[in-house]
């Protein structure tokens, strides 16, 4: 129920980037319950290619890749949020370089 209550909450933040010279679509939001869950509503509702759920409470950020997409997303969390990851699923910390990155979002 509380989850339902999150995923209807959201405010959803997109980009189109360009990741191993492909269009890539982005779909960034906020919340500090169920990051897993909001990271696949993001993947499977928005069609997103790559989902990135920022925590504000823990200062995290946490990136997720849908199934049609082959970008290493550990990347992205190794350059903007001084952490690291798998190809499928990475995190980092919360950091000005990221909200630097964060400006090309626009709210959906």
Not at 80 to 95: H, K, P, S, Y
Request: aromatic content about 10%; some cysteine.
């Amino acid at each position: 129920l509380r989850l339902k209550e999150v995923n209807d909450n959201l405010k959803i933040h997109s980009a189109i980037l360009k990741l191993d010279n492909k269009d890539t679509l982005v779909h960034c939001t906020f919340a500090d319950y169920g990051i897993n869950d909001v990271a696949q509503h993001l993947l499977f509702k928005y069609n997103s290619d790559i989902a990135i759920v920022v925590n504000l409470t823990r200062k995290t950020v946490s990136y997720r890749r849908g199934e049609k997409c082959s970008y290493d997303i550990s990347k992205l969390a190794k350059k903007f949020n001084n952490g690291g990851g798998r190809d499928n699923v990475a995190g980092g910390i919360l950091t000005d370089n990221f909200l630097l990155f964060s400006r090309l979002f626009k709210e959906i």
